[in-house]
């Protein structure tokens, strides 16, 4: 058995852990309850479970919430504040991100071109700040099953906006297939394993039972 020659995991043109940041934007209580575009129970869990993937995988993550600090807004979901506590999150007053120094000066201190992007709602807070670093020279990854808008068409609409302006959109299984790619990465086989179940939920059992048969 063969497998090709393990690629420079810094300039594959496919997503590394030494290639890729993700940015998780805007997952708070507000936001979570207005989304319409999807079950909201699967919304929470993929986000999450997204998060677990970037953790295991060791990618840097630059985190941002909206209008806390001004009291307008509440905090992030606080399954998602278990993952990320012991980063900090770069609150802000505008829609964009992108329009935010301190944000925008975290993105570019990871020193990676590819973000993997996540915000809600779709139509706003994700288009935006991807239209404006894909105008910067990165590569986006909008992760289209952890992200929501307030109607199925605002939703659709966002993203096919901005993947006309270059975005590359994924799923959270197809970045941690890709950030995987080897079986023989044996230190990351039992995290992918238990991601996969935790938030693939019974076909990620399956999965697992499927591969332990085998």
């Not at 009291?71 to 993952?83: C, D, E, F, S, T």
């Not at 915000?119 to 807070?125: D, G, M, R, V």
């Not at 890709?178 to 079986?183: A, G, Y």
């Not at 044996?186 to 693939?200: A, H, W």
Request: aromatic share 8%; net charge negative.
């Amino acid at each position: 058995m063969t497998s090709e020659h393990v690629r420079d995991p810094e300039t594959d043109h496919l997503l590394t852990p030494r290639n890729a940041a993700v940015l998780i934007i805007d997952y708070q209580p507000v936001q979570v309850n207005s989304i319409a575009s999807m079950d909201r129970q699967l919304l929470v869990n993929n986000i999450v479970g997204l998060a677990k993937i970037a953790r295991a995988y060791g990618l840097p993550i630059v985190h941002s919430t909206v209008n806390v600090q001004t009291g307008l807004n509440k905090p992030p979901i606080p399954q998602l504040r278990q993952v990320l506590s012991d980063l900090p999150a770069y609150d802000r007053t505008s829609i964009n991100a992108w329009e935010d120094r301190e944000f925008v000066e975290a993105v570019k201190a990871t020193g990676r071109k590819k973000l993997v992007m996540t915000a809600l709602w779709t139509e706003a807070c994700l288009t935006f700040p991807t239209l404006d670093a894909l105008c910067e020279g990165y590569e986006v990854y909008p992760v289209v099953d952890a992200v929501g808008g307030t109607s199925l068409t605002a939703h659709e609409a966002a993203l096919r906006r901005t993947e006309q302006a270059g975005a590359r959109l994924i799923t959270w299984v197809q970045l941690l297939c890709e950030l995987q790619r080897d079986w023989s990465r044996k230190e990351t086989v039992d995290d992918f394993l238990r991601l996969f179940i935790e938030t693939g939920g019974t076909a990620g059992l399956q999965f697992a039972y499927d591969r332990d048969e085998g």
